[in-house]
């Protein structure tokens, strides 16, 4: 490099010099500007005033009146900014400080409400320090008459008693209709009791009624039963006498017709010429038809004796006895229409 650069000459260093001097003081002016913006918003807290009453205000039917609200305190005026040397090199530009945002305005003062027996104490009111204090006004005092004062007592007595009465009113109302409403739930539970009752009462007639029913269908068949066993008794007595009359009838006719047949055989046995000598004692049976008279239709010889003398000495006798006897009832002639007769050689 030659020596003629104006970059390594001694002529550029009092230029850079004075451009970091610039750069120092702007930074300097940017900071106090910072440290001035916080600070002057900060205000110092405001003054109060209270009012204090040595003796208490009587009551006013009038309406207070209210204070005139304080005058607002004037602006501060801000601080002119000083303007720094321009310098040569630009600048940063500091931020500008954002705006004042508006200040609230100060609450109204509310009228005062004088109370009995109670200190009344003014609302109190932030004034700032700059403002000038101002004393309140003097409350002109109506002094109320008396008489209307005790007559308004007396009214609300009267309309507290009458308060009392009707509280009281609507309490045993209360009560009794709380007691009509007990007695109500007792009257129904006594009402579904007697219900419950007369249904278990039911049932019970019911249930005997069923047994009372039982028990006649039960003496009824057993009445049955026994009137039954009384006639198959009854049946089989009167059966039993029947057979008893039958075989009685039987036996008396079995009996009347051997004792017919006897009589027949006896009768034929008397007509008999025996032949003499004969061997043994010989049998002839003959089958002898007879007429209801007694009268011989035909004589047959079922079985010889062996003997024809004495065979034919019987068929003659059973000839010469007719008419054989019969027995009087002609029932009984069925059994000597066709008759076995038996004769032996001795008897």
């Known amino acids: 490099m030659s020596s003629s650069d104006p970059r390594n000459s001694p002529h550029s260093e009092p230029k850079s010099l004075l451009a970091g001097v610039l750069a120092v003081v702007v930074h300097l002016l940017f900071i106090a500007l910072l440290v001035f913006g916080v600070s002057w918003k900060d205000h110092p807290p405001e003054g109060m005033m209270v009012d204090i009453w ?7 039917p009038e309406p207070v009146k209210t204070q005139a609200p304080p005058k607002q305190p004037k602006p501060v005026p801000e601080p002119v900014k ?4 321009p ?10 400080p954002k705006p004042e945002p508006p200040k609230p305005e100060p609450p109204k003062p509310e009228p005062v409400k004088p109370e009995p027996q109670k200190a009344a104490v003014a609302a109190p009111v932030k004034k700032p320090d700059i403002a000038m204090k101002q004393k309140p006004e003097p409350v002109k ?3 109320p008459d008396p008489e209307e004062q005790k007559k308004k007592e007396q009214e609300k007595i009267k309309e507290q ?4 009465e009707l509280e009281k009113k609507k309490e045993l109302e209360k009560k009794k209709e709380l007691e009509k409403q007990k007695e109500l739930e007792k009257q129904k539970e006594l009402e579904k ?20 029913e039982l028990q006649k269908q039960k003496e009824k068949e057993l009445a049955a039963q026994r009137q039954r066993e009384q006639e198959a008794k009854a049946q089989r007595e ?6 008893a009359q039958q075989a009685a009838a039987r036996n008396q006719v079995t009996s009347e017709i051997g004792k017919y047949k006897a009589l027949i055989l006896a009768k034929i046995r008397s007509r008999i010429v025996m032949p003499p000598d004969l061997p043994g004692n010989p049998v002839a049976e003959f ?9 011989i239709l035909d004589v047959k010889l079922s079985k010889s004796s062996g003997h024809a003398a004495f065979d034919s000495a019987v068929e003659r006798a059973i000839f010469l006895s007719k008419p054989l006897p019969l027995p009087p009832d002609p029932t009984l002639f069925n059994e000597f229409r066709n008759l076995n007769i038996t004769v032996h050689y001795r008897e």
Not at 54 to 60: G, I, N, R
Not at 87 to 96: D, G, H, T, Y
Not at 238 to 243: C, L
């Open 54 to 60: 040595t003796e208490l205000p009587k009551p006013v």
């Open 82 to 85: 000083p303007e720094p040397e």
């Open 87 to 96: 310098p040569k090199p630009e600048p940063i530009k500091p931020e500008s």
């Open 141 to 143: 005092e109506n002094k």
């Open 161 to 164: 008693e009458k308060q009392k």
């Open 193 to 212: 009791q007697q219900e419950i009752a007369k249904q278990k009462e039911a049932e019970k007639q019911k249930a005997l009624e069923k047994q009372k």
């Open 238 to 243: 009167a059966e039993a006498q029947r057979a």
């Open 287 to 295: 089958s002898v038809t007879l007429l209801p008279g007694g009268d």
